[in-house]
Structures are given as structure tokens and as C-alpha cells.
């Protein structure tokens, strides 16, 4: 057996360099060809890369293009027309809701000039009163017409008509039934008489019943006040004629039934309170006594200012309106959401009852801020009298002397509260 020697060191043969030096020669024949193929793939790549649209040889970058049909004339006519039809389309939307709010501005524009006219200090400019002549040949009728123009107040003297009387116009809106002359006529009209006159048709009225006559009639010959007011409510039906008589300086004023009117009528009474219940009854014809054209003139002035406040009040007690009638009564207590104002409704509420003033009412609600808290008061106390009596001590400030609110009160109160009766009287 022969031994094995292990050599220490490597021992490198000729042949093995000779394969190394081969191995490096292949070796680097192989990078040769690669960086020789990597050239020629750039080399030849760029053209290929130009047709995709990428850089160019030199660096300069190509857009690439896309191969689109053109459009023909038609399709090019079209889509301009179909754009401006659209363009035309919204600027007539435009224009017809520019033209819409203007329309709803002006309807509301109209609506509150309308709500102005109709307000009793601009309503009253439009009334006219019409005066009969007849009534100027008696020289008390300057006080009337001074006081006209003196308030600014649109009057005319006519001759025709109801003799004696006092009518009024007024101008009327575009809105309202008008005639020819653009005026509207009230159904209120007044007939101012003298005494003697009243005699006059008291005894007229006397003799046609006496003869049986027919309520309503035109009687022949006639030459009274009565007769005329017959035939003027005959012709003129849905008018409230009221007569004034002028007693004399040496009566008084009053009413017919009291004792001084007795006295002025002494022998005519019962005849005259016959022809009174005759006109109220079947004519609507009421008949007031007065003491001098100064009374007439206050009676004139009133009903005036009346007429001028009626449009006024009819839209404010419509229902379907939202607004009411200036004043601190008629428009209400506001009420917030956190509850501010409710104070001032509790004390409205207690107010509200008849006889209470303003000082009674917070004297209540200062002690019990709410109905609530009032009502649980109520309950804790054991009888019925001593929750009637329990706002009786109340004391109610103001005033010279110190008062209490009373049981009367106290009463009414408690009863308003816990009164399951609806047609129960508080008072």
C-alpha cells in the first residue's frame, strides 16, 4: 500500500493557467459581443422608436398623432346651430324669470300702495260729502262747511237728491265696481229737519193713516219731508238714512222717550212716537234730536271719519290676510322660543276680564309668574272658599291710597281657571 502525501501547499500545474487564461479570453469575448449587440440594438432602435412617437436621435421630442376623420361641413353647420339654440334656449329662460320677478315686484308694489289707500288717514282724502242745497238757506249750516274746509275734507253742494240731506262718495279703486264718473256711493246718508219739519210729517203720517193708505205708498199732492224720504228709499234700495232733528235753543237734547223730549212734544207725543216706530220699523229709519247745527256738524265729522276706517277694518277682519290693525291691543304679544313674552300674555289674559286694570292684573301675575304655578296653588289649599279667597290679599301698587285685589276678582279669577263650564259667565 502505498502512502498518500498531502500536500501543504496548493500546487498550481501549467495546464491549470493555461485554462484560466483561456476561461478570461472567452470571457471577455463575451463582453465583446454583448456591448457589441447592445450597440447595435441602439443603433437600429431609434428609428423604430420615432414611429412610436418617443425621443429622437438627437433628443427632440415628437408628439404623436392620431389619425381622426374630418368632419364635413354639415356636421360642423349642426353643432354651431345646436350650440346657439341652446345659448338662445337659456337666454330666454333667463329673461322670462327676470320678467317673472318683476312681475311679482310690481303685484306686490300694487298690493301695498292699495293697503295705503285704504288706510282711514289716506282713505278719508277720496270721500266727498255731498250737501243739498236746501240746507244753505239756513245760516247755522256755515259752522258745517267751515269745519270742512277748515279739516281739508272734499265737500260739493248739490241740488238734487233727497232734499235736506248729506251724502258721501268716494273715488273709487281700479280694482272696485265703479260707474262712469269713477265714484262710488255710500250707503250712509243723513237728513237733517227742523222741528216744525218733524210736525210736518208727523201730521202727513197721521192723515195717510187715517185714510188706510198702503205702508210704502206715494200719496198725490204730498208736499212733507215724509213724502220724499218714501219715494228717495223706494228708488235708492240698500241705503241707511238717518234723519237729524234740530230742536230748539231753548230745549235740550236728548233722545225721544226721555222726559224733556215729552215736554217739547207734548201734544204731538204719541203721534210722533207712532211715525218713529213706523220708520224704524219699516223703513230703517232712524231719527235723532240735536241741539243746533253744532251738534249736526260733531255728527257729520264722526260719521265721516267712520266711513274713511270701514275699508280698513273689513281687510284686517279677514281671515286670510296676515297682518292686523296697528295698536298695542290689536296686534299681540310676541313670544320667543325661550319663552320671552309670556309673561306679558299671562298678565294680557288677566286683563282681559271686565273691570281689571293694568295695576290689578300685575299685581297677580307678580305673585304667580304662570297659570301653572297658580293653578298648583289652587290645588294645595284644602277648601273650595279658600281658593276663591286666595288672591284676595293681593296688594296692587300704585295709586294714592294702598289697595287690595279683592274677592270679587279673586273670584273670577279662580272661576277662569278651573271652570270646566264653557258657558260659564266670570262676571
Not at 297682518?323 to 309673561?343: E, Q
Not at 299671562?346 to 293653578?375: D, E, F, G
Not at 296688594?395 to 289697595?403: D, F, I, L
Request: charged share 30%; hydrophobic share 35%; glycine share 6%.
Amino acid at each position: 500500500m502505498s502512502a498518500v502525501h498531502r500536500a501543504n501547499t496548493w500546487e498550481i500545474s501549467d495546464s491549470e493557467n493555461e485554462s484560466d487564461d483561456i476561461k478570461a479570453s472567452s470571457s471577455s469575448c463575451v463582453i465583446l459581443d454583448q456591448n457589441t449587440s447592445i450597440n447595435e440594438s441602439n443603433t437600429s432602435s431609434p428609428p423604430a422608436r420615432a414611429e412610436d412617437g418617443s425621443i429622437s436621435p438627437e433628443g427632440v421630442k415628437i408628439s404623436g398623432r392620431r389619425r381622426t376623420r374630418r368632419r364635413t361641413r354639415e356636421e360642423v353647420l349642426e353643432e354651431l346651430e345646436t350650440r346657439t339654440a341652446a345659448k338662445e334656449r337659456r337666454r330666454e329662460e333667463k329673461d322670462k324669470l327676470k320678467e317673472k320677478k318683476l312681475q311679482e315686484q310690481q303685484i306686490r308694489k300694487e298690493a301695498a300702495e292699495r293697503l295705503n289707500l285704504l288706510k282711514p288717514e289716506n282713505f278719508i282724502k277720496s270721500l266727498t260729502a255731498h250737501i243739498h242745497a236746501v240746507l244753505l238757506q239756513d245760516a247755522g249750516c256755515d259752522v258745517l262747511l267751515r269745519t270742512l274746509d277748515g279739516l281739508q275734507w272734499r265737500n260739493r253742494i248739490e241740488n238734487q237728491g233727497l232734499p235736506n240731506s248729506i251724502r258721501w262718495t268716494q273715488q273709487a279703486l281700479q280694482t272696485e265696481d265703479e260707474d262712469e264718473d269713477g265714484v262710488i256711493e255710500e250707503d250712509q246718508v243723513l237728513m237733517v229737519i227742523s222741528h216744525n219739519e218733524l210736525e210736518d210729517m208727523v201730521m202727513s203720517h197721521k192723515t195717510v193713516t187715517n185714510q188706510s193708505a198702503l205702508t210704502g205708498d206715494m200719496y198725490e199732492g204730498a208736499e212733507s219731508q215724509l213724502d220724499h224720504l218714501y219715494k228717495y228709499l223706494t228708488r235708492t234700495a240698500g241705503k241707511v238714512v238717518t234723519i237729524l232733528v234740530m230742536i230748539g235753543h231753548q230745549q235740550r237734547s236728548g233722545s225721544w222717550g226721555e222726559d224733556d223730549f215729552d215736554l217739547h212734544l207734548d201734544q204731538h207725543h204719541l203721534d210722533t212716537e207712532e211715525l218713529l216706530v213706523h220708520l224704524q220699523l219699516y223703513w230703517n229709519v232712524a231719527v235723532h234730536f240735536l241741539f243746533g247745527w253744532q251738534e249736526v256738524t260733531d255728527h257729520v265729522v264722526a260719521l265721516t271719519k267712520a266711513l274713511s276706517k270701514r275699508p280698513y277694518k273689513a281687510l284686517c277682519g279677514d281671515p286670510d290676510l296676515g297682518f292686523c290693525m296697528d295698536g298695542s291691543w290689536s296686534a299681540g304679544v310676541r313670544v320667543d322660543r325661550d319663552g320671552h313674552g309670556l309673561a306679558q300674555v299671562w298678565t294680557r289674559q288677566i286683563q282681559q276680564l271686565n273691570r281689571v286694570s293694568p295695576a290689578m292684573a300685575k299685581a297677580v301675575t307678580s305673585a304667580y309668574s304662570s297659570p301653572s304655578l297658580l293653578l298648583k296653588a289652587y290645588e294645595e289649599l284644602p277648601s273650595e272658599e279658600e281658593r276663591r279667597r286666595l288672591l284676595a290679599d293681593l296688594t296692587v301698587v300704585g295709586g294714592a291710597k294702598e289697595r287690595r285685589v279683592g274677592p270679587e276678582l279673586a273670584g273670577r279669577v279662580h272661576r277662569l281657571l278651573t271652570s270646566q263650564n264653557p258657558h260659564l259667565l266670570l262676571d
